[in-house]
C-alpha cells in the first residue's frame, strides 16, 4: 500500500452488551484501517463479534449493545462521537450496507421503485421521477431488468432480492459499502454470479468493501486483505493470499483445515476440536488456548498482543515474537 | 463359491432399492385450464441403491427436490410413483402403524437443525432413554448403561456429564451428536441425514463429517447424506448424485462423477465453488437463474433455459438418465444412448 490516508481507522473498538448474567464483551479492543477502493475481509464463526463490529461501524448499534471504547474515522473525521441526526445524514451516503437477511430487508407491501425513490429522497433533493430514473439504471447495474422497478419484492426470487439490495447499497456512491454475509442464504452458482457482479462494480466504481463472512475460503478469492476474528478480537490480519499461504495463527490454520477441498489428493482433515467460548465467561491467557493444539499452561495465563510479525501480517499467538512473551512473563512475574 | 475372492464392499447387497421415485405436489391456486389440477413435480423417476458401509451423497441447490427425496424414504411422504425395497420389501406404501414403527426403527433420521430437533425442556439422556424404551432395544435396568455408550460413542465424553446436560447448555455440534445418537439407539440400518452440518460453525462441521465416516465402516451403516456442498460430497461419500429441478442429471462413484463431469448443470455446480487458487477473475461463470419450480413440465430437458450447450433436440425431448461409461450415469443429449 501508498501512504495514502486510510478510508476508514478503526481504532480500540470494544462493544459490550448488557445482559442480566452481566456484561457480554462481544468486540474487545479491535483496530484496523481499510484503505480507499481496498475490499478488506472479516471472517469469524457465529458469535465472534464480526457483525456487532460492523454494526458499530455504521453506528447502529441497539439496546443492550454499546460501544463503550474506541474511535471511528471516515476519511479522518470521527464519526463515532457525530450527533445522530448529523450520523443520519452521513449514513448511506458515505457508508452502506448490504445486510445477511436481505431477503427481509426490503418492505414487503411496497414496490422495487418506491423503496428506491425513499431511501434517495432521504438524502437528496429530487424529484420521483429522477429518482426512479436513477432506480433503474441501478437494476440495470446488477442484471435486473429496469422493468422491475414495478414489482413488489415476493415477485422476486432470493437471488434478485439480495441484487435489489446491493443496488440500494450503490444508489449515493459511498465510499465503502460494508457487507455482512450477503451471500450466505443462497445457492453457490446464484452466489458466484453475484460475487462476480460485485467485483466488477467495484473494479468501476472504485468503493471499498467490509465483507464479512464465515466463509473463509470464498474470502480468499475475494478480498485484498483478511483479518481473523475469534472470541471478540482479531487474532491474524495479512495480505489474503499470504494468510492462505501462510497461516500463523493456530486458529487460522484450524479454520483452513475445516474445508474439504474439490481439488488435489483426498485427506482427512481435522477441523479444531471443542467449540467457541462463552463470551460472557471467556477463558483467562489466550481465548483460543482451550481448543489450541500448542498450548502450554503459561499460555492460558498470559493474553497474547496482536503485533506485525512481518510487514503487513499482524498475529496475536505466543508462537510468534518472543520479546514480547518475555516482557509479559517479567511483569506477570513481577506483580 | 468362486466369489470368495471378491472384496467384501462389492459383494455387500444393497440395504435399500429406489426404483421411479416421484413425488408430485397439487400446485396451489386450484385448478388450472379445463378444470384439471396442477402438478408439481418435486421429484421424477429417481433411482438409488443404499449399501451398508457406503455413504451416498445427494448433490443440489435449494428446490431441487432432494429433501423430497428423503422424506419418501423416512416416508414422511407417499410417493406418487416408484417403489421403495427395504432388505427386498416393499415399503412404498407402508400404512400401519406397526409397520411403519417397524420401518422407522431401522431407518432413522438426523435433521438440519439441531437446535430445532431437541426439546429444550429434557436432559439429553431423556432424548437418548425414549427411542430405547419405544422400540424396547433393551431391558430396563441397562437403559443407562447404554445411553452413556452411546454418547461415548459420539465422541461427547465424560459421558455420565453430557447425560445430565440440557440442550441450551451444548454448543450446536454437541446438539448435533446427541441427535446423531439418538438416531443411533435403536440400531438402525439406514440413515437418512438431511443437511447434518450446514447450520453449524465452520470448525466444527468436519468433525461430524468425520463423525459419520467412523459410524458407517464401525457400525456398517448406509448413509445417505443430503447436501448443497459438493465439496463435503466429494469428502465423505462413496457415490453422488446430482439432482436438477426434481430429477437425477448424473450419477456414480464419487471420484468420477466430480473428477470427469459430464452434465453441463454438474460443470456449473463445480465451477461456482470457492476456490482459494484461482480467485474469482478468469473464472466467470455462465448460468445465470435459479432452480425452477416444475410445474407440469413440458417435453423437454429442464437444464435448457440455462444450459451452455443447449441443442434444438433438448426442447422438444427429455434425454434419458443413460450410462455413459461404467456406473456413471447422465442425463444429457451430448453423451450417447441418452
Redesign the interface.
Known amino acids: 500500500m501508498t501512504n495514502r490516508e486510510p478510508l476508514l481507522r478503526v481504532e480500540d473498538l470494544v462493544v459490550d452488551y448488557y445482559s442480566p448474567r452481566g456484561v457480554v464483551r462481544a468486540v474487545d479492543h479491535i483496530s484496523f484501517d481499510i484503505m480507499p477502493g481496498e475490499i478488506v475481509g472479516l471472517a469469524g464463526?457465529?458469535g465472534c463479534g464480526k457483525s456487532t463490529a460492523a454494526n458499530a461501524i455504521l453506528g447502529i448499534l441497539r439496546e443492550p449493545a454499546q460501544m463503550t471504547n474506541g474511535r471511528i474515522f471516515f476519511q479522518g473525521q470521527d464519526i463515532a462521537s457525530m450527533p445522530p441526526r448529523a450520523h443520519r445524514k452521513f449514513r448511506w451516503r458515505h457508508i452502506s450496507m448490504v445486510f445477511q437477511s436481505a431477503m427481509n430487508a426490503l418492505n414487503p407491501v411496497l414496490r422495487v421503485g418506491d423503496q428506491f425513490v425513499d431511501m434517495v429522497q432521504a438524502h437528496e433533493r429530487v424529484s420521483k421521477r429522477d429518482a426512479l430514473d436513477r432506480a433503474r439504471d441501478l437494476l440495470r447495474m446488477v442484471?435486473i431488468d429496469p422493468l422491475r422497478v414495478s414489482a413488489y419484492p415476493h415477485e422476486l426470487?432470493?437471488?434478485m432480492r439480495q441484487r435489489v439490495i446491493i443496488a440500494m447499497a450503490l444508489a449515493l456512491q459511498p465510499e465503502l459499502i460494508i457487507m455482512d454475509e450477503p451471500t450466505t442464504a443462497l445457492?453457490?452458482?446464484?452466489?458466484?454470479?453475484i460475487?462476480?457482479e460485485i467485483?466488477e462494480l467495484q473494479r468501476e466504481l472504485q468503493f471499498a468493501v467490509l465483507f464479512i463472512t464465515?466463509?473463509?475460503?470464498?474470502l480468499?478469492?475475494?478480498s485484498n486483505r483478511i483479518a481473523i476474528m475469534y472470541a471478540g478480537e482479531i487474532v491474524e490480519m495479512a495480505r489474503a493470499q499470504e494468510l492462505?499461504r501462510e497461516p500463523k495463527h493456530p486458529y487460522t490454520v484450524?479454520?483452513m483445515?475445516?474445508?474439504?477441498?474439490?481439488?488435489g489428493p483426498?485427506s482427512?482433515?481435522?477441523?479444531?476440536?471443542g467449540?467457541?467460548p462463552d463470551l460472557a465467561n471467556p477463558p483467562t491467557g489466550c481465548r483460543f488456548s482451550p481448543r489450541c493444539p500448542h498450548c502450554t499452561p503459561y499460555k492460558t495465563m498470559v493474553h497474547p498482543v496482536l503485533q506485525e510479525i512481518e510487514p503487513g501480517h499482524l498475529v496475536a499467538c505466543h508462537l510468534y515474537g518472543a520479546e514480547q512473551e518475555l516482557t509479559h512473563e517479567r511483569a506477570s512475574t513481577a506483580s | 463359491m468362486s466369489a470368495q475372492a471378491l472384496p467384501v464392499e462389492v459383494a455387500a447387497p444393497p440395504v435399500m432399492r429406489v426404483e421411479g421415485l416421484t413425488m408430485h405436489f397439487p400446485a396451489g391456486g386450484g385448478v388450472g385450464p379445463f378444470g384439471t389440477r396442477r402438478w408439481i413435480h418435486a421429484v421424477d423417476d429417481v433411482s438409488f441403491d443404499l449399501t451398508p458401509g457406503r455413504v451416498t451423497a445427494l448433490v443440489g441447490?435449494?428446490g431441487s427436490g432432494k429433501s423430497t427425496v428423503v422424506r419418501c424414504l423416512a416416508r414422511l411422504y407417499e410417493p406418487t410413483a416408484g417403489t421403495i425395497m427395504f432388505h427386498g420389501e416393499d415399503v412404498t406404501h407402508l400404512k400401519q402403524r406397526k409397520e411403519l414403527l417397524q420401518y422407522r426403527a431401522q431407518v432413522q433420521m438426523i435433521f438440519q437443525d439441531p437446535f430445532g430437533s431437541l426439546n429444550p425442556v429434557k436432559t439429553v439422556e431423556h432424548h437418548i432413554e425414549r427411542p430405547l424404551k419405544i422400540h424396547h432395544i433393551v431391558p430396563r435396568n441397562e437403559i443407562h448403561r447404554r445411553v452413556l455408550d452411546l454418547l461415548s460413542s459420539v465422541g461427547l465424553s465424560p459421558a455420565q456429564e453430557f447425560a445430565a446436560k440440557y440442550p441450551h447448555q451444548l454448543?450446536?455440534?454437541?446438539r448435533q451428536r446427541v441427535a446423531i445418537a439418538r438416531t443411533l439407539a435403536v440400531e438402525p440400518t439406514v440413515l437418512l441425514a438431511d443437511e447434518p452440518i450446514s447450520m453449524l460453525?465452520?470448525?466444527?462441521?468436519?468433525?461430524i463429517?468425520?463423525l459419520m465416516h467412523e459410524l458407517k465402516a464401525s457400525r456398517n451403516i448406509a448413509f445417505l447424506y443430503i447436501t448443497?456442498d459438493?465439496?463435503?460430497a466429494?469428502?465423505?461419500a462413496d457415490d453422488v448424485l446430482v439432482m436438477y429441478a426434481g430429477q437425477v442429471v448424473e450419477q456414480g462413484p464419487t471420484d468420477a462423477v466430480?473428477q470427469n463431469p459430464l452434465h453441463p448443470y454438474t460443470r456449473?455446480?463445480?465451477?461456482?465453488?470457492?476456490?482459494?487458487?484461482?480467485?474469482?477473475?478468469g473464472r466467470?461463470?455462465q448460468?445465470?437463474g435459479?432452480?425452477p419450480v416444475v410445474i407440469d413440465p413440458p417435453e423437454a430437458c429442464r437444464f435448457t433455459a440455462r444450459c451452455p450447450n443447449v441443442m434444438d433436440r433438448c426442447r422438444t425431448a427429455m434425454p434419458r438418465l443413460a450410462e455413459v461409461e461404467p456406473g456413471h450415469l447422465v442425463r444429457c443429449y451430448l453423451y450417447p444412448n441418452s
Do not use: C, W
Not at chain 2, 460453525?201 to 468433525?207: E, K, N, T
Open positions: 464463526e457465529s442484471g426470487s432470493g437471488g445457492d453457490v452458482v446464484v452466489q458466484r454470479e460475487l462476480q467485483e464465515h466463509d473463509l475460503s470464498l480468499v478469492e475475494f492462505f484450524g479454520l483445515n475445516s474445508f474439504p477441498s474439490l481439488v483426498k482427512m482433515i481435522t477441523g479444531i476440536p467449540s467457541p | 441447490e435449494s454448543s450446536g455440534g454437541q460453525d465452520v470448525s466444527i462441521r468436519i468433525g463429517l468425520n448443497h459438493i465439496a463435503s466429494r469428502y465423505i466430480l456449473l455446480l463445480l465451477s461456482a465453488v470457492p476456490n482459494p487458487e484461482a480467485g474469482l477473475t466467470r461463470i448460468g445465470r435459479e432452480v
